[in-house]
């Protein structure tokens, strides 16, 4: 069997050899592990067998309780604190429950046994009062698990045993056997501490004041972090271990994505995103855009460990895009778009050819009935994850959306059936989306063409970004007689109806 050990921030493997590091020798054996050192004509023993740590220093004048570098001064306890124990931790009482379940009376008679004859040869140079007292107040607040009365008697043979050559036999009387170390192969961090499950394995268990905020909310974990492109959350590796939920073994949707485990802190990360979604369900609606992932443990034919099945969602308000316009004779008009944590880009510009390149800029003469093409494109999104949809677009002679004569060209994201001119393209396959038509005027205008155009973004789900629906006759908003549906040919998305009989 072998130890492992941290020397400086440095694992050392430890086995039946004493290894020599700096003044200090350490070495191991079936109970634990002991330090020794002889610096400045002192012996100083130190062991530790996972869940106690024992001292003892002997020099020129016999025992000595202290030791310049070896312990801190009493006045610089902010320094022993662990990063999580605030300095007001430390200076409030706190009363547990009483245990009614436990035999006082009884527990401080059994720790009392530390005074009879077996020990009788420790009296002389080792008090048993300290050690009688720490397990009665203990064993009378806390039950006996762990073998918690067998370590007082443990603590107290040993520190005999370090200032004599007394061998005891007191084992038998006192009802404790060998004892068990079950800790040596495990390293907690300073928020946890070593101990068995219930299947008898060593595991790192929460300290009590770190998990306390965890506890109190019923929750494993730190909140969701969440950004327009990818979701994490971190889980407690000891909040998991006391539940018996074996971490190394848990994923996302997908089983390939599992928990990045922190080294030191045991903290678990889960994390995807818009080029790796691990298997995440991403929805919308008309106000909000949803990531939802699962972390799970793993289908085997049979488990021993309890299963493992945390939802955790991100949720957006859909980005509030009303509508945009510019004059098509003109130029092109940029809007920047942001909703939370979205912040995006969208152009709108219009072209004179087909394969986009020729911009209509303000020197651009557009004739009438010439094809002109327009552009609706995002900068800032993930096309894995959402497309850009064009839900209706139209053109006035005057600046405003809602001003009048208006003409439609794209009516529930299909070219208006009533001007076979327009076409759409791409709509909802992607961050951008293209329609086309025939220049016009209005009649006794100046000849000012504004478009106007309403999208929304859609997330991917099957496709379902498509266009479909029942659209209604653009001026009277009667229902048609007509059913719509969609078909994509190449990128082009074409719209017809047929007759309701």
């Known amino acids: 069997m072998f130890v492992l050990m941290q020397v400086d921030g440095e694992?050392?493997?430890?086995?039946?050899?004493?290894?020599m590091v700096g003044y200090l020798e350490i070495s191991k054996n079936e109970t634990g592990i002991t330090v020794k050192s002889t610096e400045h004509e002192f012996v100083t023993h130190l062991f530790f067998d996972g869940h106690k740590a024992q001292m003892s220093i002997t020099g020129p004048a016999g025992p000595h309780t202290s030791m310049y570098g070896l312990c801190a001064y009493p006045g610089d306890v902010e320094h022993m604190k662990f990063p999580y124990i605030e300095a007001r931790d430390c200076d409030v009482e706190h009363n547990d429950t009483v245990d009614s379940t436990i035999d006082c009376e009884d527990m401080t008679e059994r720790c009392g046994l530390l005074n009879e004859t077996i020990f009788s040869s420790c009296h002389s140079h080792t008090d048993p009062t300290p050690y009688i007292t720490a397990c009665a107040d203990t064993l009378c607040s806390y039950p006996d698990v762990d073998g918690l009365y067998c370590q007082f008697m443990e603590a107290y043979a040993r520190a005999c045993s370090l200032r004599s050559n007394d061998t005891l036999d007191w084992r038998t009387e006192t009802g404790c056997s060998s004892p068990q170390v079950f800790c040596q192969d495990r390293i907690?961090?300073?928020?946890?501490?070593?101990?068995?499950?219930?299947?008898?394995?060593?595991?790192?268990?929460?300290?009590?004041?770190?998990?306390?905020?965890?506890?109190?909310?019923?929750s494993y974990g730190e909140p969701m972090v969440c950004d327009q492109t990818s979701a994490s959350v971190t889980l407690v590796g000891c909040l998991l271990e006391e539940k018996g939920f074996d971490y190394t073994a848990l994923h996302l949707n997908d089983e390939t994505c599992r928990g990045v485990t922190d080294e030191l802190t045991h903290m678990v990360t889960f994390s995807f995103n818009s080029s790796n979604t691990c298997g995440a369900v991403v929805t919308a609606n008309n106000s909000q855009l949803i990531y939802k992932n699962t972390i799970t443990s793993s289908s085997d034919v049979i488990i021993r460990n309890n299963q493992v099945n945390i939802d955790f969602s991100c949720v957006f308000a859909q980005p509030d895009i009303n509508t945009m316009s510019f004059r098509v004779r003109e130029s092109s008009v940029v809007q920047q778009i942001t909703s939370g944590s979205w912040n995006y880009n969208l152009t709108m510009k219009a072209y004179t050819n087909a394969g986009l390149t020729q911009a209509v800029e303000?020197?651009?003469?557009?004739?009438?009935?010439?094809?002109?093409?327009?552009?609706?494109?995002?900068?800032?999104?993930?096309?894995?994850?959402?497309?850009?949809?064009?839900?209706?677009?139209?053109?006035?002679?005057?600046?405003?959306?809602?001003?009048?004569?208006?003409?439609?060209?794209?009516?529930?994201?299909?070219?208006?059936?009533?001007?076979?001119?327009?076409?759409?393209?791409g709509n909802g396959m992607g961050t951008s989306t293209s329609f086309s038509f025939n220049m016009f005027q209005f009649p006794g205008s100046s000849g000012e063409v504004y478009l106007h155009c309403q999208v929304h973004l859609c997330a991917h789900n099957n496709e379902t970004?498509?266009?479909?629906?029942?659209?209604?006759?653009?001026?009277?908003?009667?229902?048609?007689?007509?059913?719509?549906?969609?078909?994509?040919?190449g990128r082009l998305l074409a719209c017809w109806f047929t007759h309701i009989q």
Not at 193 to 212: H, L, Y
Request: aromatic fraction near 6%; hydrophobic fraction near 30%; glycine fraction near 6%.
């Open 465 to 489: 970004c498509t266009p479909v629906g029942l659209p209604n006759t653009p001026h009277t908003h009667e229902p048609a007689a007509r059913h719509w549906r969609t078909v994509r040919t």
């Open 11 to 19: 694992l050392l493997t430890l086995n039946s050899s004493a290894h």
């Open 188 to 218: 907690c961090s300073d928020h946890e501490f070593c101990a068995q499950t219930v299947g008898g394995e060593p595991a790192c268990f929460c300290r009590a004041i770190f998990a306390s905020p965890y506890r109190s909310t019923d």
């Open 362 to 425: 303000s020197g651009t003469e557009v004739q009438l009935n010439q094809k002109v093409w327009v552009e609706l494109d995002t900068e800032g999104l993930e096309g894995g994850l959402f497309s850009v949809v064009t839900d209706a677009c139209w053109a006035t002679d005057q600046e405003s959306p809602s001003a009048s004569p208006r003409y439609d060209l794209i009516i529930d994201g299909c070219a208006n059936p009533a001007d076979q001119t327009v076409e759409v393209e």
